[in-house]
């Protein structure tokens, strides 16, 4: 087996990893977040906290190693495009794990004896920028810049064969949808778990997917087509 292949395993396997592991950590956290006197009450639900945040790293770490190991070979094809796909992935990543200790911030806060004692508006006000931090950290980071990096992920793919171009074109198409999703949490609208507007990431949920296979399966085309892009 060469290194390219033992590459296209890898990268498939962390795909999943990185997918299945966000996914894991949302259902463990649950509505913690979403109860009225969360600051108040986050100790009491510790350990779902942890096992959250243990699973947000993984998907975290999961994600910016596929980049780090696709670059020896997108470098191939557009250098330039490949050092801007990890340069996309780490910028989601730190903003990802900002969001992730935020959450560790909140469960020490509220351990304090004192948070219980303080006054109504100085919890309410604590409260409200720690989830802020958190959900700013993710809606930014793994939204706008994955969908940035999901599309110069697949423009590579597109423009050298190494994958059906069927499969690149559907990356570019829920990329550039994901990024709207971002933009609408930007622009003030509700992309909470359950909204509707959470359909605009599914079909690149959905593609990261097929290509994690497709790596795992076939993996990249040995002799790929290049479009001709001049």
């Keep these: 087996m060469d290194a390219d292949r033992r590459t296209e395993l890898t990268v498939g ?49 999961s994600a910016f190693a596929t980049a780090f190991l696709l670059f020896p070979i997108l470098r191939r094809h557009a250098e330039g495009l490949a050092a801007g796909y990890v340069g996309f992935r780490a910028f989601e990543n730190v903003l990802y794990v900002v969001g992730t200790v935020g959450l560790l911030i909140m469960l020490t806060v509220s351990q304090n004896e004192g948070v219980g004692t303080a006054g109504a508006p100085d919890v309410l006000i604590l409260g409200t920028t720690l ?6 950290s993710v809606s930014i980071g793994t939204l706008i810049f994955a969908g940035l990096g999901s599309m110069t992920l697949n423009y590579v793919l597109y423009r050298s064969g190494l994958v059906p171009r069927w499969l690149s074109v559907w990356g570019l198409i829920g990329a550039a949808l994901m990024f709207v ?24 949920a959905v593609e990261e997917m097929v290509f994690a296979v497709w790596l795992i399966a076939r993996g990249f085309d040995r002799h790929p087509t290049r479009l001709d892009t001049t």
């Design 13 to 61: 396997t962390l795909f999943i990893t990185a997918t299945v592991a966000s996914i894991l950590g949302s259902v463990v956290l649950g509505s913690v977040l979403d109860e009225p006197d969360y600051l108040i009450n986050l100790a009491a639900h510790e350990s779902r906290v942890i096992w959250a945040v243990l699973l947000f790293l993984v998907a975290a770490s």
């Design 131 to 136: 989830v802020a931090l958190h959900d700013w």
């Design 181 to 204: 999703y971002g933009l609408c949490g930007i622009f003030g609208l509700d992309t909470d778990l359950g909204s509707p507007l959470m359909a605009l990431a599914m079909p690149i």
